[in-house]
């Protein structure tokens, strides 16, 4: 599983919020950012995995692009195809690189209401 002990959806969305809206965090904006995008990935694969582990235990031990794959099977596929796409986008949001300018405060924004949203969903 994606989770760690004491780590909850909850507290991570409250995280990315957090990091979002409270410039004293003690970070660079741009730090900040991908702390929330790195929060809010995290959110959604513990959301993946449960979605996975109710539906077919031990499939949540696979790779995460595996469980995005794999989910289409287990959910609405309108759902699967947001998932996958708002995950791909975290991914490249929580990476440094050099050459590249990190999210902005409003591409993260979006994810966070997408986030919110599937999380929503994939926990009913």
Same mark, same amino acid.
């Given at each position: 599983?994606? #989770?760690?002990?004491? &780590? #909850?959806?909850?507290?991570?969305?409250?995280?990315? /919020?957090?990091?979002? #809206? /409270?410039?004293? @965090?003690?970070?660079? &904006?741009?730090? =900040? *950012?991908?702390?929330?995008?790195?929060?809010?990935?995290?959110?959604?694969?513990? &959301?993946?995995? *449960?979605?996975?582990?109710?539906?077919?235990?031990?499939?949540? !031990?696979?790779?995460?692009?595996?469980?995005?794959?794999?989910?289409?099977?287990?959910? @609405?596929?309108?759902? !699967? =195809?947001?998932?996958? !796409?708002? $995950? #791909? *986008?975290?991914?490249?949001?929580?990476?440094?690189?050099?050459?590249?300018?990190?999210?902005?405060? /409003?591409? @993260? =924004?979006? $994810? =966070?209401?997408?986030?919110?949203?599937?999380?929503?969903?994939?926990?009913?």
């Amino acid at each position: 599983m994606t #989770s760690t002990p004491g &780590a #909850s959806i909850d507290e991570l969305l409250l995280t990315a /919020d957090r990091l979002l #809206s /409270d410039p004293s @965090v003690g970070a660079t &904006a741009a730090g =900040r *950012h991908r702390g929330a995008s790195l929060a809010l990935r995290t959110a959604l694969e513990i &959301a993946v995995d *449960h979605t996975l582990e109710a539906a077919a235990p031990g499939l949540a !031990a696979v790779t995460t692009r595996a469980k995005m794959l794999c989910l289409r099977c287990y959910t @609405v596929a309108t759902t !699967a =195809r947001r998932a996958n !796409a708002v $995950w #791909s *986008h975290l991914c490249l949001g929580c990476h440094y690189h050099q050459y590249e300018i990190g999210p902005t405060k /409003d591409q @993260v =924004r979006t $994810w =966070r209401a997408e986030v919110g949203e599937l999380v929503t969903e994939l926990t009913r």
